[in-house]
């Protein structure tokens, strides 16, 4: 009897992906993988957690580098970095091989951090992609993340799709939103949460009955 040895999950900020993938892994009896890849490189770069959260899914930009550069003395002495600093290139590998490593262990729901990409060597892939109109994701922006109103709701989702575009195009060399990237879309706008996390079960157990992969495949 064969099963997905993993599932990924892409999705927008707003759209439920996150909640929509923990209650599929509950089903199917799978380990949940997000926020451990985290924490265990935060372990191994030797910094708090906390330091890493507000870069996770994102670059850095341009000034955040230069206040690195600048952080441990005055620019005309010679630079050293400081014992935190992190450059994007290591955190993302070091987060790749940590998703490798978690991933092994057995059958697991992946979410973010182009997954989808990271782990195309698994035998038993299925990629999904969980997305929404801007309308949805405003509303539970708001009630999920305190935004005062629509427009400020709006520009954290702005914000967030621009941020985690860069980070997929930068750690993989593909368009997040590319639906060739994944098996399965869901508009969790037309479709509730329950049914969404059922679909990928289902999608799960029908591959366990039949025995075959035919939708495996590296992304584009």
Not at 51 to 67: P, T, V
Not at 201 to 206: E, L, Q
Request: proline fraction near 4%; glycine fraction near 8%.
């Amino acid at each position: 009897m064969v099963r997905p040895t993993v599932i990924t999950i892409m999705r927008e900020l707003g759209s439920g992906g996150s909640y929509v993938a923990l209650q599929a892994a509950r089903q199917l009896g799978y380990a949940y993988i997000d926020q451990q890849i985290l924490r265990e490189a935060a372990k191994e770069l030797g910094c708090h957690e906390a330091e890493l959260e507000n870069r996770d899914g994102r670059l850095q930009s341009f000034w955040e580098k230069l206040i690195d550069v600048f952080a441990m003395g005055a620019p005309e002495g010679i630079y050293t970095p400081p014992p935190h600093w992190i450059s994007d290139e290591r955190l993302i590998e070091t987060e790749n091989r940590l998703m490798r490593e978690l991933a092994s262990k057995g059958p697991c729901v992946v979410v973010g951090r182009g997954a989808f990409y990271i782990l195309r060597g698994e035998e038993k892939l299925f990629n999904v992609f969980i997305h929404a109109p801007l309308s949805f994701r405003i509303r539970r922006v708001m009630g999920m993340y305190g935004a005062a109103n629509e427009k400020e709701a709006a520009g954290m989702i702005d914000r967030s799709d621009q941020e985690r575009n860069r980070h997929i195009r930068f750690s993989t060399g593909l368009n997040r939103l590319d639906v060739r990237n994944y098996h399965l879309s869901i508009d969790t706008g037309m479709i509730d949460f329950a049914s969404a996390a059922e679909m990928i079960v289902n999608s799960a157990r029908k591959a366990t009955e039949e025995g075959d992969w035919p939708w495996v495949r590296d992304p584009a």
